[in-house]
């Protein structure tokens, strides 16, 4: 599930990343061959009313050459492809990037650091060609990965431990029962003993007494003379 999750937010970067690297790419290459690229696309439209792809091929190929003359213009042009590209590139960090964002945040995978550091990377004017949302997306998988790698471990762990000391704490508890249960035995067998020989010893008392006044009884009478 978490490849699954992991692999579809690298996706959408790497589109996004390549979204804004077409877009200035191609209007760089505006600017720089003002007349190469506009005699081409207005040569390719043209032809192709004609002649279909054919038409496009060919009607490009040849109004794209007669129209590098006009690559003089590019010291106009180009300023204001970059700065048009920069106008593209920053309205997709404003809505792409910031849903890549909160899709990052809504999966707790979203790090300020990593996260301002790839958006200043995308602002930064000629750096829309590096993928900075790509890298920022990668490096917040792979810290929540070894989060999740340490978290599952640190689990395993305290688990192992808990069934442990669980095991530990029910023998104490049994060798506690035994032992209580064999003092209490020993104590009734001790108790059981000292009243049998106190028994004993009231038997022997009472004998004795008796045996006595038998023998007062029968002793003879002497009687002295005067």
Same mark, same amino acid.
């Given at each position: ?12 970067a ?22 190469t ?27 794209g050459?007669?129209? *590098? #003359?006009?690559? &003089?213009? %590019?010291?106009?042009?180009?300023? /204001? @492809? $970059?700065?048009? +590209?920069? =106008? ?24 300020k ?26 490096a ?20 192992t431990?808990?069934? *442990? #000391?669980?095991? &530990?704490? %029910?023998?104490?508890?049994?060798? /506690? @029962? $035994?032992?209580? +249960?064999? =003092? ?15 028994s ?23 009687s002295?003379?005067?």
């Amino acid at each position: 599930m978490h490849a699954v999750r992991n692999t579809l937010l690298i996706l959408f970067a790497i589109l996004l990343d390549l979204l804004q690297a077409g877009i200035s790419a191609g209007l760089f290459f505006m600017g720089a061959f003002p007349g190469t690229v506009g005699g081409a696309t207005g040569g390719c439209i043209l032809g192709a009313k004609v002649a279909g792809q054919i038409g496009c091929a060919i009607g490009g190929a040849v109004a794209g050459v007669a129209g *590098t #003359a006009l690559n &003089a213009a %590019a010291a106009a042009t180009l300023p /204001f @492809a $970059i700065g048009l +590209g920069f =106008a593209v590139n920053f309205c997709l960090d404003v809505t792409l990037g910031l849903v890549l964002t909160a899709f990052l945040i809504w999966l707790g995978m979203y790090y300020k650091g990593i996260g301002i550091t790839g958006f200043i990377v995308e602002l930064v004017p000629g750096l829309a060609i590096v993928p900075g949302w790509t890298a920022m997306t990668i490096a917040c998988v792979v810290r929540k990965t070894a989060e999740e790698k340490l978290l599952a471990s640190s689990s395993g762990g305290l688990f192992t431990t808990f069934i *442990t #000391a669980g095991v &530990a704490g %029910a023998g104490t508890f049994a060798t /506690f @029962a $035994i032992n209580q +249960g064999t =003092a209490r035995r020993a104590r009734g067998i001790d108790m059981f003993a000292q009243e049998e020989q106190v028994s004993r010893d009231s038997e022997k008392k009472q004998f004795v007494s008796t045996e006595l006044k038998n023998i007062d009884g029968i002793r003879p009478k002497t009687s002295y003379a005067a």
